[in-house]
C-alpha cells in the first residue's frame, strides 16, 4: 500500500464505525486490525480530568476529553490513555496505531497539545515497549487521525499487548478519538506507512 491508500483505508475503517453496513474497502483494512476500534480509553494518573464527550464531527460520535492540570514533564507517561490490543503481536510485524485527536485551547492560548510517545506495550509487567512510536503534535481543534508505526521489538500473546499515549507532558487539553491497531505482518515497508 502507498502511504495515501492507507490513510484513505484508514479513514474508511474509521466511516464504519458509524455506518450500518461495511464497504469492500473496510473490510480489506480491518483484516489487520489487531484491536477492536474503539473510543474506550482507559485514562489515568495524578493532575489529570477525563470525561467522555458526544460530538457528532467525529466517527463514532465521541471521544473522552482529557485536561492535564497538572503536568510532570520529566515523567509525562504517568498520564495517559491506554486500550487493549486484542491479537497477537509477531516480533518484526510491522504495526501502525492510526488514532482521531483534536485540541483544545488553555488559558486562552491556541489549540495544541502534545502526546509525548505512543506506545504499543506489554499489557503486563515489565511493560516492555513493543512499538516505541515518538512524539505526536496535535495542533487542530478539529479532528484529525495521527499514525505512528514500526517494527515490533517482541512477541506479544494474544490480548496481551496495549496502546499507551503519554499525555501529561504539558497542561493541556486533548480529546482521544476512536483508535485503530493495525498488523501489517513482516514483510511490509514501514516507510510506506504514514
Known amino acids: 500500500m502507498k502511504k495515501t491508500i ?3 483505508a484508514v479513514a474508511a475503517l474509521a466511516l464504519s464505525l458509524s455506518a450500518p453496513v461495511a464497504t469492500a474497502a473496510d473490510e480489506g ?25 458526544k460530538d457528532k464531527a467525529v466517527v463514532g460520535g465521541g471521544g473522552v ?9 520529566a515523567a509525562a507517561w504517568r498520564v495517559s490513555g491506554s486500550q487493549a490490543v486484542n491479537g497477537k503481536i509477531t516480533k518484526g510485524d510491522v504495526i501502525t496505531v492510526a488514532f482521531w ?14 502526546v ?6 506489554q ?7 513493543i512499538v516505541e512510536g515518538g512524539a505526536i503534535k496535535v495542533d487542530s481543534p478539529d479532528w484529525k487521525i495521527y499514525t505512528v508505526s ?21 497542561k493541556q487539553t486533548v480529546v482521544l478519538g476512536p483508535l485503530f491497531v493495525l498488523d501489517f505482518g513482516a514483510n511490509y515497508d514501514p516507510s510506506q506507512v504514514k
Open 123 to 129: 499489557s503486563a509487567e515489565p511493560w516492555g515497549g
Open 29 to 53: 483494512i480491518m483484516k489487520y486490525a489487531i484491536n477492536k476500534p474503539s473510543t474506550a480509553w482507559n485514562v489515568y494518573g495524578p493532575g489529570q480530568t477525563n470525561a467522555y464527550v
Open 6 to 8: 492507507l490513510g484513505a
Open 65 to 73: 476529553r482529557v485536561a492535564v492540570a497538572t503536568p510532570d514533564p
Open 116 to 121: 509525548t510517545n505512543v506506545r504499543v506495550q
Open 101 to 114: 485527536a483534536k485540541a483544545e485551547a488553555v488559558e486562552g492560548g491556541a489549540p495544541a497539545a502534545t
Open 150 to 170: 514500526g517494527r515490533a521489538t517482541m512477541d506479544a500473546d494474544k490480548g496481551g499487548a496495549a496502546v499507551s499515549l503519554h499525555l501529561g507532558s504539558a
